[in-house]
């Protein structure tokens, strides 16, 4: 089992950037996809980006998004530039266990969540 914990919401004005970060503890982080979502109010949630346990694979929907993992510090992390009030929306950090080296797309296939972190772009 995992828990995890996003950090670096908040507000930030369009055309900045900001970086989220998500601490996972537990046992053999190496050995779980990870993935960042958001789902802004009145809205589905939709994944934002995703890397595989080895970060060989990763993807993201947002050419303005970058994720990265370190799994010496069982930490993924997320940079976003160029944001727009668009972007406004609770962000969640996502895991779930793999034997593949591939990212995982679909949020109902994770199996645990962060409480999430507020990102609010003011225009």
């Known amino acids: 089992q995992v828990q995890l914990e996003e950090s670096g919401g908040g507000l930030v004005q369009a055309g900045g950037s900001q970086r989220l970060s998500c601490a996972a503890s537990?046992?053999?982080?190496?050995?779980?996809?990870m993935g960042w979502f958001r789902q802004a109010p009145g809205k589905e949630r939709e994944i934002v980006a995703a890397i595989s346990r080895n970060g060989y694979s990763a993807y993201s929907v947002k050419g303005r998004f970058t994720i990265v993992r370190d799994n010496a510090k069982n930490t993924v992390n997320q940079q976003m530039n160029s944001l727009k009030p668009e972007d406004t929306a609770v962000y969640y950090c996502?895991?779930?266990?793999?034997?593949?080296?591939?990212?995982?797309?679909?949020?109902?296939?994770?199996?645990?969540w962060g409480q999430g972190t507020q990102v609010t772009v003011s225009s």
């Open positions: 996502a895991a779930k266990m793999s034997f593949s080296d591939d990212y995982i797309y679909t949020g109902s296939d994770y199996d645990y």
């Open positions: 537990g046992r053999f982080f190496s050995t779980y996809a």
